[in-house]
């Protein structure tokens, strides 16, 4: 239960109080401030509390994002604030700033005011809510109620909810294809008492069951996994709309929302792939390339985000003409489309799936998202190269957590420590080579599945090591972590594909997926300000490197049977690891409360 402090009389015929129980809200008042603190000091710690004028004038929706919003510790509008468990001292010490006695009067007139004043200057991390076109205000006057009670009819406030639902900026399909009649569907799903979290779960099982009819591998299996894959992506957009209309943002929603996109996208590649199989044609590699392709891509719009997490502003001339373009209308489609994001994406997948084969449908992918991936990444290349801007230390750290070393990388940084300049280029260049050198090996060599494989790994874990030697300050500092992933990722394939045996490559394709879940869960974390996973996870997985020697050493030592059943068995060992760390995290008190706005292309 949450509490709700009227600070003054009521005001004759005024809904306020019925609002605030409509929120969820136990209503009380109090005559002035000294009453008002001692309100406070007896709610229940645990208690989110609300302070709030009774002469506010103001729209439902202004009161609701205001004060039952559960991402900031402590938000305000004209005439209400409110502040969650975390925050509840500074109130307390704010209502004890409040000084008493002649001369005061303009403290005390609109309490709420100057409660949000110190709680600003506090830095408790107070939020003040964008109003838009909806009305919050305190009327000192009838002649003021009047005006206000007149705008507030003049917007409709639930047009206002339904239109924020929506994200500002998405895709092109989704902002016209799905967002028109998908926000009726969040408010329907509100009014029916649904959570985000059931529907996030209802659209993992759809998309779940489209795989499962892909994998029938017939014509009619295929159409309908094409038709349910869209009613998915429906409900994926669905559920992030519910939070925002709601309001009900959670830990256990963002991890969701997080995680599920991808599951759902690389179990229908599997389908795809068994209903291949099913036709005659493999096309494991195909899937297991177009997932590696995909978090790539990922990785590289994650690195550079952090990189330049810390940045005030972008002065690059790349940045400028980006600005420009952004000017004129259609562009701002044409450049968001050409980036394929999930909406896209999906349709052209789901269009695929019912029109052509499995082959078609990943051809098509790889082609797109390679060409998406040169653009995007080009223009971020130039951006770091003509920007300047410093880099910070948790800018550093972050990518140094990304780049996911274990213990030889670390032992070879320790050693290489102090050599080379912090800020040059060597440290894409060595993680560059630390991936081409093995890639190359692997890719052109008769026999890759060698002991002389293990030690061109040995060679890759050197220059991995000299990669992140130094604090990862560097312009483009933020390649490393993208060059070790497409090593690894691409390294299993090849070393899969090239042993000729069934089952090898569906093997390998679980592999790679629990071991890019563990990256896209480093990513959420450090997202979430509370740094990557546990150290102990990252040594027992290996690192990058660690799982690469180990890989190429099973390769050697094992017949390609044998080396299928040994990827078989690492694929579970790692799942059940990181799932099981990744799980306790997520539903602890020590999770944070992300709702992520941006979606990954």
């Given at each position: 239960?949450?509490?709700?402090?009227?600070?003054?009389?009521?005001?004759?015929?005024?809904?306020?109080?019925?609002?605030?129980?409509?929120?969820?809200?136990?209503?009380?008042?109090?005559?002035?401030?000294?009453?008002?603190?001692?309100?406070?000091?007896?709610?229940?710690?645990?208690?989110?509390?609300?302070?709030?004028?009774?002469?506010?004038?103001?729209?439902?929706?202004?009161?609701?994002?205001?004060?039952?919003?559960?991402?900031?510790?402590?938000?305000?509008?004209?005439?209400?604030?409110?502040?969650?468990?975390?925050?509840?001292?500074?109130?307390?010490?704010a209502f004890g700033r409040i000084p008493v006695g002649a001369g005061t009067a303009h403290l005390t007139d609109v309490l709420t005011d100057t409660l949000t004043e110190s709680l600003d200057r506090e830095e408790t991390g107070l939020h003040r809510v964008e109003l838009g076109s909806l009305v919050a205000t305190v009327a000192l006057t009838p002649a003021q109620r009047e005006d206000a009670r007149e705008a507030v009819a003049a917007v409709d406030d639930e047009a206002v909810r339904l239109r924020t639902a929506v994200k500002s900026r998405d895709g092109f399909f989704t902002t016209y294809c799905i967002s028109p009649y998908s926000r009726y569907l969040a408010r329907w799903c509100a009014r029916r008492g649904l959570t985000p979290n059931q529907v996030t779960t209802a659209s993992l099982l759809t998309a779940l069951i489209a795989a499962g009819c892909a994998a029938t591998g017939t014509r009619g299996g295929f159409i309908a996994a094409g038709l349910l894959l869209l009613f998915s992506f429906v409900l994926d957009c669905t559920d992030g709309q519910l939070a925002r209309y709601s309001l009900q943002y959670s830990t256990m929603g963002a991890w969701l929302d997080a995680t599920f996109d991808r599951a759902k996208e690389y179990a229908y590649y599997a389908g795809l792939a068994l209903g291949a199989a099913r036709g005659g044609d493999d096309v494991w590699a195909l899937a297991l390339g177009a997932m590696v392709l995909q978090t790539c891509r990922h990785v590289v719009d994650f690195s550079f985000n952090e990189a330049n997490h810390d940045a005030s502003a972008n002065t690059s001339p790349t940045a400028a003409l980006s600005d420009k373009l952004d000017s004129v209308g259609w562009t701002v489609w044409v450049r968001r489309m050409i980036v394929l994001p999930i909406g896209e994406r999906w349709a052209m997948i789901a269009v695929l799936t019912a029109c052509t084969t499995p082959r078609i449908v990943f051809y098509a992918l790889l082609i797109g998202c390679a060409l998406a991936a040169c653009y995007t990444t080009a223009g971020r290349v130039l951006r770091s190269l003509t920007r300047r801007a410093r880099r910070t230390d948790r800018a550093a750290r972050a990518l140094a957590d990304l780049a996911d070393s274990g213990p030889l990388a670390e032992l070879i940084a320790g050693r290489a420590r102090g050599r080379g300049r912090t800020g040059s280029f060597l440290a894409p260049v060595m993680a560059f080579l630390s991936a081409a050198v093995l890639l190359v090996w692997v890719i052109f060599q008769d026999d890759p599945t060698s002991w002389l494989t293990v030690g061109v790994a040995v060679c890759s874990a050197l220059l991995a090591g000299a990669a992140v030697a130094r604090p990862l300050k560097g312009a483009l500092d933020w390649l490393v972590p993208p060059f070790f992933r497409a090593g690894e990722y691409v390294t299993i394939l090849v070393l899969a594909a090239r042993t000729d045996v069934p089952g090898a490559l569906p093997a390998a394709y679980g592999l790679v997926a629990a071991v890019a879940y563990h990256h896209y869960d480093t990513v959420y974390r450090i997202r979430g300000g509370t740094g990557a996973p546990p150290r102990w996870l990252v040594r027992a997985t290996g690192g990058h490197e660690g799982r690469i020697l180990l890989i190429t050493v099973l390769a050697a030592a094992l017949s390609p049977s044998g080396f299928t059943i040994a990827l078989t068995a690492l694929a579970v060992v790692l799942a059940l690891l990181v799932l099981i760390e990744s799980i306790r995290f997520w539903v602890s008190s020590q999770a944070p409360a992300v709702h992520d706005e941006g979606e990954p292309a």
């Open positions: 239960m949450s509490t709700a402090i009227l600070t003054g009389p009521p005001v004759a015929g005024s809904p306020l109080e019925a609002d605030l129980r409509t929120l969820g809200f136990d209503v009380r008042t109090a005559n002035d401030a000294a009453s008002a603190a001692e309100l406070l000091a007896a709610v229940p710690a645990q208690e989110r509390v609300a302070v709030v004028d009774p002469r506010f004038v103001g729209h439902l929706h202004a009161l609701r994002l205001a004060l039952t919003d559960p991402r900031f510790p402590a938000a305000a509008v004209p005439g209400a604030l409110t502040a969650q468990p975390g925050a509840r001292a500074a109130l307390a010490r």
